[in-house]
């Protein structure tokens, strides 16, 4: 039967939800039992994850009737379990006991084993997404889920429902099995404190959490490890979970499930970054001793620099600075001119900062690996938040875009950019940073909103891979009529071999209005 003709055989009872991720229905077939259908934005779709989720032999995860394409739309029917969401059942009864809790988030570690062990990782494991019916939980709506990828250190999309949702579904690293323990551990939290652990419940939720007239120490302990801020520190595995609620001390990870990789969770932590940047400091000694030697015994001719923006017009974003190659080590004592030359920033309809901002390094000797903080304040003045960011380096003379995200759901009334004063391990001599080229660029509207920015990036130097991540970060900046910053988008590439090239995509899922837009790329 063609596409439109299975639609048209479904019947619509109600519709359950409707967003920007699809359509949610409950419909049935020639008087059947009750279906759900999921219409999903053919640009948002799947589908490998809904064909590898009928060969998941698990109860608690939803049974896929049938998938079919439609023109702008990939559908999926899946069984209907009835019973009332975790939302639902809090509001009813409140927190639960102990012994309830830890089953439903037991049965829910069934659920997430069983798709981890297909390499899919669920990544909105929330109240609204799990159903509580007559035989216990089950786990439901994989319209985010997506397959675990060896070849990426960081998601291209941020996704996942506020409070529950990992730290690293804000970009900055790639999800795995360990991101879906973290929401187990918020979803237990949830369940025995009866409150939601987010904005603006957050302090509400940490006193709950800590009154041991509420929360047990033991069940606190495995909430607080399930969802640990870095990901090394969490139960390795749900299985691993599972056997906590149960009594067992600790279990290695299961081998079925997805291999947690060895990222760090974001740069902002300045610890990751000092660790970073020991390696550096190491690698610029070692770079100094060979310069010395080159001194000694002939010199050579480093190649010039270039910059990595392209506007969209297809001109550099930006005159080359015709600086002198950078050699020896910085002095000791040298102080970097870091400077934010412009910023810009956005708030979207969650309350979450998006922002693009600019680095110079003023300096005529000295490369830095800058780093600078973003504070949203309210009306009053009052810090709301504040994070760090650390880039990779930077050469003297030149300047560096990067995009973000920032805040905790509440839009700011104020948004700042302030360097950070570096410390003597972020400034070296004799490193030349990779140099980047833009080409191809184009920005493409879909009908919910978002825009994606397309093009190629072309590594037209390799530089000395200081921090050997093999990461090219792609930094898009929107601009208004004035040229002044509006908001930036980012993502995150394999970097090419020297003289190679790779196509990269940056999606917005909403802008604010813009005129312009250039784009960046920056060894990461």
Known sequence: MHALGIDDAYKVDRTLASGPGGVTELVTLDGSTPLIRKRIPTKLARRGVWATLSECNCARLPHVAVTYEMPDEFVVVCDFVPGENLEQLVAARGHLPREDAFRIVSQLCEAAQALHAHGIVHRDISPANVIVAADGAHLIDLGIARFRSEDVTHDTTQLGTRGFASPEQCGYAQTDARSDVYSLGRILGYLLTGVRPETPDTAEYERALADESVVSPEARAIVCRASALEPSAR???????????????DVA?????????????????????????????????????????????G??????????????????????????PVGGDAPAAAAADLEVVESGWWADAQGYVHYAVALRNNGSETVVTPGYTVTGRNADGHVIFSDEQYLSVVAPGDTTYFAGQAGNGTAPATVDFATIEPESYQLSGGVEPSRFSISGTSAISDDLGGVSFLGDVTTEFAGDQVLGSNQVAVVVVLRDESG?????????????????????????????????????ALEW
Request: aromatic share 10%.
């Open 235 to 249: 139960y390795q595995s749900a299985a691993a979970l599972a056997a906590a609620l149960q009594g067992e001390k």
């Open 253 to 297: 990870p299961a081998a079925s499930s997805v291999a947690p990789p060895t990222f760090e969770l974001a740069p902002r932590k300045r610890s990751w970054v000092k660790v970073l940047l020991a390696v550096m400091a190491a690698v610029a000694f070692v770079a100094a001793v060979a310069i010395i030697l080159v001194q000694t015994f």
């Open 299 to 324: 010199k050579g001719t480093p190649a010039e620099k270039d910059v990595n923006a392209v506007t969209t017009a297809g001109e550099p974003a930006v005159s080359a600075p015709d600086n002198e």
């Open 484 to 520: 002044a910053i509006t908001c930036g988008a980012f993502t995150f590439v394999s970097a090419p071999a020297e003289g190679a090239s790779t196509s990269f995509e940056a999606y917005l899922f909403s802008a604010p209005d813009y005129a312009t837009y250039e784009v960046y």
